[in-house]
């Protein structure tokens, strides 16, 4: 894994602006710690940091190669999983190699068979290929966008200007033609849609996302972008003991897959199904490898053991179920615990590695995890997007969410809304901007014709986790683990799995009226069945009244500070009110889950701590 950066333009000589190109560069530093690089030349110029994972004597980037008279130069962020295939193909058409690294594999795809190679991978990638001769920029995303990427461009769809790239938004923004400006509706994304983002949304004005699934080229005659992967709707035909065998035989060759690393893998370990499932296929493959034990990793929060309070969301804990697992497959397990002070104070660090105000004590718990097993290993195997692509989430399940007309995470909207000053709601026009953000997101699901209305209405909601949800997890996982230099790998974004699973209908996916019905059902004598019949448990949170009176204390002086940048975006009197009350109805039991099932009181107001760190470190201004 690594981050990458870059900078066209046509009028300016980018030979001189290598000080401005190192800054880009070194703003990812934390992406790949293990080298740099830099690629100039009068109209293009490429930076990367590297994380060394595959080939550490090869692989360096900028890497350049030159066929038929033209120089190629790429950087790229990812990992291909099927490397070994595509070699062997571009082998036995007359090429050759100078090492093992997928790095050269993919130029080498990209010289072959140009902006098509994308189709070809299985991995996951953000990468550009500059065509020297040509004066041309290529760009492409994974499927799924596990690996991110950001643009700026500041002339018309079909006009030159200058053209920026990067990894993350930070690369972009310290460029001195960048500023950090929110509008009307970087607002309504942080505050109404957020952290749940538009797909191609940057936040920032002046800054898109390139979308999961798409490619980009960019030339003297301006910019163009398509998209080379889309779910296809069509009639299932397997039965359910063909289906069951397809799941985990895709499931299992994702994970081997995977497991490819010159340097040490581990697997994060819950005790759940999804990454129980995952740690029992790795530990078969290494037991197969004569290899020693596969290493684990859990988390938890001290004192949890006291305070944990059992709701409809979060049934049980997580650590007695690790260690159930762990012993079954007989793994080398580490269990990390977070203290409350460390935990509130990884709350703006967790808000640098987004760029962006996230989904709090979610996050800045992650940074820490990720930064423990980071002095053990270099790569994990994560869970992710399982309960995306199988439905996992009650609200697959519960009559309001499935009818309430928006997305299932903003059914509470209004109660948000209510946090915020009146002029800002107006500003965004927020209700109807997540109407239309919803409307827009139903008019590209896929119809299969004929599909009676129960699973009509369930494609729509896997769509929208798929492409609306799911995203937040990844840009989690992404940024908490990069920024401290840890690549995770997450083998239920196998795009062969999702197109094979978008298609089974919801009373097989929902078997026996559980959630993941499907998966649990193809996972049968993979895991003890206690284990694969446990009742879902979402990430785990701290329920420390420690950690909720420092955020309620900490957005109690926001509110006192004339300098505070939030302080006018919100009704003071109402959050007053949050943060006053909170440690009363902690007391009670009574959580308002503002967004999803994880953002309660102590969480909002922890975001809302977020989003002042960040106008005031970004220097954000509201245009």
């Known amino acids: 894994m690594c981050g990458i950066a870059g900078w066209v333009e046509w009028e300016t000589d980018l030979t001189g602006k290598r000080p401005v190109l190192e800054a880009m560069r070194d703003s990812l530093a934390s992406r790949g710690p293990d080298a740099s690089g830099m690629w100039v030349s009068p109209r293009a110029a490429l ?21 038929a008279g033209q120089d190629y130069i790429l950087v790229y962020n990812g990992e291909l999983y099927n490397t070994a295939e595509i070699r062997n193909e571009l082998i036995s058409r007359g090429y050759s190699f100078n090492g093992h690294s997928d790095t050269e594999v993919l130029l080498t795809a990209f010289i072959e068979w140009g902006p098509g190679c994308v189709e070809r991978f299985n991995g996951i990638f953000a990468f550009a290929v500059w065509n020297q001769a040509e004066q041309s920029l290529f760009m492409a995303r994974d499927r799924l966008g596990v690996k991110p990427l950001f643009y700026a461009h500041s002339g018309g769809p079909n006009a030159a200007g200058r053209f920026l790239f990067g990894s993350e938004l930070k690369a972009l923004l310290v460029h001195p033609s960048v500023p950090a400006k929110i509008d009307a509706e970087g607002l309504a994304e942080v505050f109404a849609i957020g952290p749940a983002r538009t797909p191609g949304h940057g936040v920032f004005r002046g800054i898109s996302e390139l979308k999961p699934g798409y490619s980009l080229e960019y030339d003297r005659r301006g910019l163009r972008i398509w998209p080379y992967w889309t779910l296809v709707s069509r009639p299932h035909e397997d039965d359910l003991a063909t289906t069951s065998a397809r799941v985990r035989g895709l499931l299992a060759d994702a994970v081997e897959r995977q497991l490819i690393s010159d ?56 650590t007695p179920w690790a260690k159930r697992v762990s012993d079954y497959l007989e793994t080398l397990h580490h269990p990390v615990v977070i203290d409350t002070p460390n935990l509130v104070g990884a709350l703006a660090p967790a808000m640098r590695a987004r760029d962006l105000p996230g989904m709090a004590d979610v996050d800045a718990s992650l940074l820490l995890f990720c930064a423990e097993i980071k002095k053990e290993a270099t790569v994990a195997v994560s869970g992710e997007c399982a309960d995306e692509v199988f439905g996992g989430y009650p609200w697959f399940y519960r009559q309001d969410a499935l009818g309430a007309g928006t997305f299932p995470w903003s059914i509470r909207l209004r109660e948000r809304l209510g946090l915020l000053s009146r002029e800002l709601v107006g500003m965004m026009r927020a209700e109807e901007y997540v109407a239309d953000r919803y409307r827009q997101a139903l008019n590209e699901v896929p119809r299969l014709s004929g599909e ?14 798929l492409t609306r949800w799911m995203p937040v997890l990844l840009d989690r996982k992404d940024r908490m683990s990069m920024a401290v230099g840890l690549e995770v790998r997450v083998p239920f974004c196998d795009h062969r799995l999702v197109e094979y699973v978008w298609n089974v209908p919801w009373e097989i996916k929902s078997l026996e009226g559980r959630e993941k019905g499907l998966l649990r059902h193809a996972l049968a004598g993979v895991l003890p069945e206690d284990v694969l019949w446990r009742r879902k448990s979402p990430y785990p949170k701290t329920h420390h009244p420690n950690y909720l009176k420092a955020v309620s204390g900490w957005v109690l002086r926001i509110l006192e500070d004339p300098e505070s940048p939030l302080v006018p975006l919100i009704n003071g009197a109402a959050v007053r009110e949050l943060a006053s009350g909170a440690m009363e109805r902690a007391e009670r039991g009574i959580y308002q889950p503002f967004f999803g099932q994880l953002m309660t009181d102590a969480q909002w107001l922890a975001h809302l701590a977020q989003i002042d760190s960040w106008m005031r470190e970004y220097r954000v201004s509201v245009v």
């Open 47 to 67: 930076v990367h940091r590297r994380l060394v994972v595959i080939d550490p004597s090869g692989g360096g980037q900028p890497m350049i190669r030159r066929r």
């Open 263 to 318: 340097v040490p893998i581990c697997t994060l370990l819950s005790g759940g199904l999804d990454s129980s499932a995952l740690t029992a296929f790795a530990a078969a493959a290494y037991r197969r490898d004569n290899r020693e034990p596969i290493h684990t990793w859990s988390i938890d929060y001290l004192d949890n053991d006291r305070y944990f309070k059992i709701s409809d969301f979060q049934p049980n804990s997580d």
């Open 452 to 465: 009676d209305p129960t699973n009509r209405r369930m494609r729509e909601m896997f769509y929208l986790n």
